[in-house]
Each structure stands twice: as structure tokens, then as C-alpha cells.
């Protein structure tokens, strides 16, 4: 698509931006493709796959589709580094005046501050880039002057203001510090970052070794970035020795060709109280302006930069789909455990019905007792009672062997998990409908065999109900319940009835067990943990590859 510059600043060759409307296409789809993926469950790797999903969105939306869409836009220089480098005074000094809040008290810069010529406003003035904030236009404005709009510090807000000083071309955005206590304006800085045209990393002497302005070199080397360090608040006496000590270290890491400047430590950057003189940061004011009046140079800074964007897909988006992997091998796992369970208890309850397990305790004792001192009424209450029993308890073992698997699975250790309807009772409701529908529904078969029978001899449905089901859940303790019923109703009709209550048991059964195990699913099936994501990813990568 584009070609490399071979040094971070300057090339020889004549670069273009690809705008094709087929790539446009293939990035907003790989777009949508990022943003659906979802990493929910608690796994080592989803915390880093949740934050480099967020990070790669923001770029595209920030950065990547708008350049891509508005190649003639004006380049977005971020200035970006640690707590207390002198981001706000840097940027203050190259405007001019002050257009960013400085001082002693960190974090500093809470709502990140864009200033640009009043002729290129109408670039920043939508969500053409960093669509995620909200604006607040401040004009041109006299100290003490309020900006337009209020400005809450719980809203993502980008503050934009215009000055005469700023080069056509060019707008400057100091970013709030990239290791703030405050998380958000640490999320804010990184978003910040990835939608810049160029990084301008800052540090100071004091900390120019330290892990995070690396951390932010290297991550701008990866991305193949342009970008620029300023070494900040140099003592005079020691310039020389910390600016060359600065340089081994950036050749060291293969950072030997960045652009590098160096502002003196001033009493104007005590507190950050006041403005640098000019010439401390005339300079990189050069520099940037260069950038922006050199077509070559421009050009060189936008494909950079863009060209690093996509081709950081190639690792990135592979990273996602593994994450996207993974993620759906644990939900299987997950579902796995369950359907073991259920299986297994279901088989349980099964023998446990053939062993004639229902007919036992209140329910073998009525039927003992039946018809003498017990109605077909009490007998199919008895009976209905233990089955719902023998249901829970299969339900309730089921739940304690899933328990038990899961301990053992770092995916459902997340609440929406561990917190399974802790209440038996709505289970036991739940099987307790589910049996007496079975009741009335057998009632309603035993209805229709005694139907045709002569009037004058036919049966109560309700003693025929009584007996079948006596029959199908006693085993042979009830044994003569069956003899009994095909006196009443004839042995062919006796055969029927029991082979449609047998069918009719089965399929409550199932229903009854099948619920339960939905139920225990549904916490991990409202996750949406699904396989596609993976390849959507991707697929997605493959099509924008081929059209670059």
C-alpha cells in the first residue's frame, strides 16, 4: 500500500496515502469485526486481550479511518509523556501563550486540550477524529475568560482551542500524563497517543531512563510511528553529558535516527508557571513546522505513521483471534461439565425408575394402604410428591458435580457464574409445575381410554390414572397395580394406555432436567462466547491484506 520511509522523519521517497474505497470498505469491517469481539470470561490472557482490543478500536476510530478518509487533513501532533515531563508548558511555549493548565499539583492535565490555526477548526471542530470525546470550542480568549460550554471532569471532553501562532496544518494536543494515578486519564493518554500523526514524547533529566517514556518509545518504534523526543529540564551545567548519555541510549535501542531536542531547565519551568522563551523551543517548532510546509517531509509523516497502523494488524489481529480462541475453549469446557452432569444424573434417574425408586416412603405406604384407607387422589398426590423429589435431588446432584468441575476452571470464576440461583426452591417450583402438568396430562389420557368403555361399567379416570402411574414408577412392588388395571379397562387397553404414559414420562422427564440444565447454562449462554469471532477476525485481516 504505502512505501517505508528508511529514516523516522525524512525519505526520499515519494509517498501516497492508498484511499480506495474497496480499503476503506475492508478496514470498516475489520473495524466492526474488532469492536464485536468479546472476551468476558476471567481467563489469564483477557484482561491484555480486552485492553488491546480497546486500544487497536481506538486507533481505527481515532486515527487510522479518518486519515485514511480526510488524507488532506491537518497533522495531529500528541504530545504525550510522563507526570510532571512539562507536556503543558512545552505546548504552551510552542503556541505562545498559555493554552493548557500547568502546575505543581499531578494530574495536571485533566481534559486534554487540542489548539490549532482558527482556518483549520473546522477539521476539529466535529468527531471526524477521536469520535469518543465530546467537544468543548473555546475561541480565542483573554485570561480569565471562560470556554464555551461547561466542562464536566466525569465527561470525556477534548477542549479545542485556536492561535494565530500554530502553523496551518498543524494542531498540537497535550495529552494528560501516561502514568496518572487517575486510570481514566492513564486509558485517556494511550487512546490520546495511538490518533496522533506524530508522538512528540517528552521526558525530563531526571527521568529520561526511567520505564515509561521507553515504554512509549518503544511501543512508537513497533508502530513504526513518527515521532519525536524532547529531553525537558535540563540543567545547563550538565547538557552536554545527559544529552549524550540520552543518545546511547536511544542507539542503543535502535531509536539512534529519531528526531531529538532538548529544552534547558529555566525558571519560566519552575511549577510550570510560566511561557519558555522562544528560542528555548524554537527548534522543534522548526521541526514541526517542516513537517507541515514540506509536502515531502508531510507526506513521509502521514504514510509513516499510517503504513506502521496497518501493519501492526498482522501481529495484533492474530493476538484477538487466539484471545477469541481461547475464550470459546473455555466455554466449552465450561458447557462440557454441565452436560456431563445433567447426563449422568439423568441416567441415574432412570434406573432409579426402573428400580421402581419412586413408589417408596409416603408414596409405597398409600399404596399399601389403596383403595381401603387411600383414594386414587391421595395416591397420585403421594406419587407426583416423589417424583418431584427424585427430580431435585437429580438436579441438586447435578449442580454440585458442576460446581465441582468448574472450581477447577479459571473461566467460571466470574460472578455471573458462581452466582447460579443459590435458592433451591425455584428449582423445586420449577419441577413441581413441570410434574403436575404430567399429571394432568396422564389424567387426560386415562380420560380418553375410558371414554368408549360401557357406561355402565366403565372405570374412574382417576383410579386409571392412579394405577398406570402406580404401575410405570413402582417396579415390582407394583406389580399388581397393573394386573389391576387391565381388569378395569381390558388388557389392549391396558397395553395402550401404559405404552402412551411411558412416552408421556420420558418426555417430562427430559423437559423437567433439560430446563434445569438451560437454566445453569444461561448466565454463560448470555456471555455470547461463540466460535466465529475467531475467524471473523481473521477473515477480516486476509481481506484488507489483499486489498493493500
Known amino acids: 500500500m504505502l512505501q517505508k520511509p528508511s529514516k523516522i522523519g525524512h525519505s526520499s521517497h515519494v509517498l501516497t496515502l492508498d484511499v480506495r474505497p474497496q480499503l476503506l470498505n475492508a478496514l470498516s469491517a475489520l473495524r466492526d469485526r474488532v469492536a464485536a469481539a468479546r472476551f468476558p470470561l476471567p481467563l489469564a490472557g483477557a484482561p491484555c486481550a480486552r485492553a488491546h482490543r480497546d486500544e487497536l478500536l481506538a486507533q481505527l476510530d481515532d486515527y487510522v479511518v479518518p486519515r485514511l478518509r480526510e488524507p488532506d487533513a491537518p497533522l495531529l501532533a500528541v504530545v504525550g509523556g510522563s507526570t510532571g515531563a512539562g507536556k503543558s508548558t512545552l505546548v504552551n511555549s510552542l503556541v505562545g501563550r498559555k493554552v493548557s493548565e500547568a502546575g505543581v499539583l499531578r494530574p495536571t492535565t485533566r481534559v486534554p486540550v487540542l489548539v490549532c490555526h482558527p482556518q483549520d477548526h473546522h477539521w476539529f471542530g466535529d468527531r471526524r477524529v477521536l469520535p469518543g470525546l465530546s467537544r468543548v470550542w473555546v475561541p480565542r480568549q483573554e485570561t480569565g475568560d471562560e ?17 494565530d501562532t500554530v502553523p496551518q496544518g498543524l494542531a498540537l494536543l497535550d495529552a494528560p500524563d501516561i502514568d496518572s494515578l487517575v486510570a481514566g486519564n492513564r486509558t485517556l493518554a494511550a487512546e490520546l497517543i495511538c490518533a496522533a500523526d506524530i508522538w512528540i514524547l517528552v521526558t525530563t533529566a531526571a527521568r529520561y531512563a526511567d520505564a515509561v517514556p521507553w515504554h512509549l518509545l518503544r511501543t512508537a518504534k513497533e508502530h513504526q510511528a513518527t515521532f519525536v523526543t524532547v529531553l525537558d529540564r535540563v540543567p545547563h551545567q550538565v547538557v552536554t553529558e545527559v544529552s549524550q548519555q540520552y543518545g546511547a541510549l536511544l542507539d542503543k535501542a535502535g531509536l539512534g535516527d529519531v528526531p ?9 519551568s519552575a511549577w510550570g508557571g510560566g511561557l519558555l522563551p522562544a528560542t528555548a523551543v524554537a527548534p522543534l517548532r522548526a521541526w514541526l513546522t517542516g513537517q507541515v510546509q514540506d509536502p515531502a517531509a508531510r507526506q513521509v509523516a502521514v504514510t509513516r505513521t499510517a503504513h506502521g497502523a496497518l501493519d501492526s494488524l498482522k501481529s495484533r489481529m492474530p493476538e484477538l483471534a487466539g484471545a477469541a480462541a481461547a475464550q470459546y475453549a473455555a466455554a466449552l469446557r465450561l458447557t462440557a461439565a454441565v452436560d456431563t452432569a445433567y447426563d449422568s444424573e439423568y441416567a441415574r434417574v432412570q434406573e432409579r425408575l426402573r428400580a421402581g425408586a419412586v413408589l417408596a416412603g409416603e408414596a409405597l405406604k398409600r399404596w399399601r394402604s389403596y383403595p381401603v384407607d387411600c383414594t386414587a387422589g391421595e395416591l397420585m398426590d403421594a406419587l407426583v410428591e416423589s417424583l418431584g423429589t427424585l427430580l431435585l435431588c437429580a438436579v441438586t446432584a447435578a449442580d454440585e458435580h458442576v460446581d465441582e468441575a468448574w472450581r477447577n476452571e479459571p473461566a467460571a470464576s466470574t460472578p455471573a ?54 404401575a410405570l414408577l413402582g417396579g415390582h412392588r407394583a406389580r399388581a397395580a397393573g394386573e389391576r388395571l387391565a381388569e378395569r379397562i381390558g388388557v389392549q387397553g391396558a397395553l395402550r394406555l401404559s405404552d402412551r404414559a411411558t412416552r408421556l414420562l420420558a418426555e417430562y422427564l427430559e423437559r423437567a432436567l433439560r430446563t434445569e440444565r438451560e437454566r445453569r447454562l444461561a448466565p454463560l449462554d448470555a456471555l455470547d462466547v461463540r466460535a466465529e469471532p475467531q475467524a471473523e477476525l481473521i477473515a477480516a485481516l486476509s481481506v484488507l491484506e489483499k486489498e493493500r
Open 147 to 163: 470556554p464555551h460550554g461547561v466542562v464536566d471532569h466525569e465527561d470525556r471532553v477534548l477542549r479545542v482551542e485556536t492561535a
Open 260 to 268: 531529538r531536542f532538548t529544552v534547558p531547565e529555566l525558571p519560566e
Open 417 to 470: 457464574l458462581m452466582n447460579h440461583d443459590p435458592i433451591l426452591d425455584s428449582a423445586e417450583h420449577r419441577i413441581g409445575m413441570t410434574v403436575r402438568r404430567w399429571r394432568r396430562v396422564l389424567e387426560e389420557y386415562a380420560e380418553d381410554e375410558v371414554r368408549d368403555l360401557d357406561k355402565g361399567g366403565a372405570p374412574d379416570a382417576e383410579v386409571v390414572a392412579a394405577l398406570v402411574a402406580t
